[in-house]
């Protein structure tokens, strides 16, 4: 590789970098073939993982030794291929679940990011101009996508929402309408910590169709009503407006006018609390600055200040109350809707 050939440093490390799509795209492709959930706990022969995949075994034989490169398995004798920690991390049942993630960005995520160069000359959303419909409209039409978005965000919802849930103060009686809450783990882990507080999911049908059991279960089901809807046309009543990371998805216009829908079905002093990780205005800090990106080329758009938060808030005539709390890397920014 030409890198072999780079005295300079900074060229060596840049193009180094450049090649990070072989790390990905290597990954990606094992959970795609199902190798991870192919190997058992005994090592398990090439034939045997070709049946599985539906490989050929000779380029699988390839790829596979490419994969022993990354850690991912290890061969044994007999052409036989064994796990290793990352290549059992990559399993569907493994208890982080990353190939979920994985799987969550379909082949939409991998394009998405080819065509970064065009969205940052154009400021255009990749994924309208590249499948001609905004993201949702696509998972209308293929719930297959829909299913492993849904099921992928759960995965990363399980760790993160019982935090936020913790860190959201919420009073007997009230009512807690969360927009936009997937497949509504956050809302139960509301309504599991406060046995008084009653909840509603406003989501895409294609998301409800992932809906969490226990929301329709005992003890939860009572006190919980699902609403398949658009938040960027009206919103229901209710006490407390919940609206985790979703609003990165949206440019300001649409932000705004779901914030509104909030504050016109909410009685005065109602709070809506937008729970998104903050862009700071220091030093840019790379998670931060990759998501930004990744939402305009996904949906058009961005990640915010805190500041900025505060211009959506007041544009949709909401009082705007700062940032309230925090769960991990997210704050818990809130308004309130005004008292006359
Ligand atoms: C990035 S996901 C966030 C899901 C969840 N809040 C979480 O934190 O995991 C954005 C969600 O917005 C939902 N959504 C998109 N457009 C919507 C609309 N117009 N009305 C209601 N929900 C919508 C999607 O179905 C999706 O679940």
Known sequence: ?????????????????????????????????????????????LAALASASGARPDTLRRFLSLLTTFGIFAEVAGNRYEHTPASRALRSDAPDGPAHVIRLGGDWNWILWGLLAHSVRSGE???????????????AQDQKAAEAFHRGLAIVARREDPLVADALSVKGGECVVELAGGSGSLLRAVLERHPYVTGVL??????????????????????????????HVRAPGGDVYLIKQTLHMWDDETCVRVLANCRRAAPPGARVVVVEQLLSDGPAERRGRLMDLHMLLVAGGKERTEQEFAELFQRAGLVFAGVRGQAGDLRLIEGETPES
């Not at 060229?11 to 970098?17: D, K, T």
């Not at 959303?125 to 998972?139: L, R, T, V």
């Not at 998301?207 to 329709?216: F, K």
Request: proline share 6%.
């Open 1 to 45: 590789m030409a890198m072999a050939v780079m005295r300079d440093e900074a060229a060596a490390a840049v193009f180094e970098l450049s090649t990070g799509v072989h790390g990905s795209a290597v990954v990606r492709a094992a959970v795609q073939l199902g190798l991870p959930d192919a190997v058992g706990d005994e090592p398990t022969t």
């Open 125 to 139: 959303c990749a994924f309208q101009a590249h499948y001609g419909m905004d993201i949702f409209s696509f998972f």
């Open 202 to 231: 406003v989501e895409t049908e294609q998301a409800l169709a992932t809906l969490d059991p226990a929301l329709r279960q005992a003890p939860l089901a009572s006190r919980f009503r699902a609403l398949p809807g658009d938040c």
